[in-house]
């Protein structure tokens, strides 16, 4: 005959066990999603770290524009440009030379 007060203690262990497998594994996902070191953290980090690495190339492309600027302005550089010179002294310190006249407009 059978003994169902058995199965019946057999069944309930093993509803234990998978649900509370069933709980470990809700709350391991939920912390594998969620965490400091979830993936969602994860997505937003990797975002970041993208806008970093293109601000970084316009810092190094502004760099490289203004080490050119400069190398122009050094004497001992064989890229002197003596007409840059002539420009940036016209444009900040506002000289002219004695063949050149200037003209002020007022606005109204």
Do not use: P
Request: hydrophobic share 35%.
């Amino acid at each position: 005959m059978l003994n169902f007060a058995r199965f019946k203690k057999n069944y309930d262990v093993k509803n234990y066990i998978v649900s509370t497998i069933l709980i470990l594994c809700f709350f391991y996902g939920f912390y594998q999603l969620f965490s400091d070191r979830g993936l969602f953290t994860l997505y937003k980090v990797s975002k970041e770290l993208e806008q970093q690495k293109q601000e970084n190339e316009l810092l190094k492309k502004r760099q490289e524009y203004l080490e050119s600027r400069v190398s122009k302005l050094e004497e001992k550089n064989k890229d002197f440009d003596y007409d840059y010179l002539e420009e940036i002294v016209r444009d900040r310190l506002g000289v002219i030379k004695k063949s050149e006249k200037v003209i002020y407009i007022e606005k109204e």
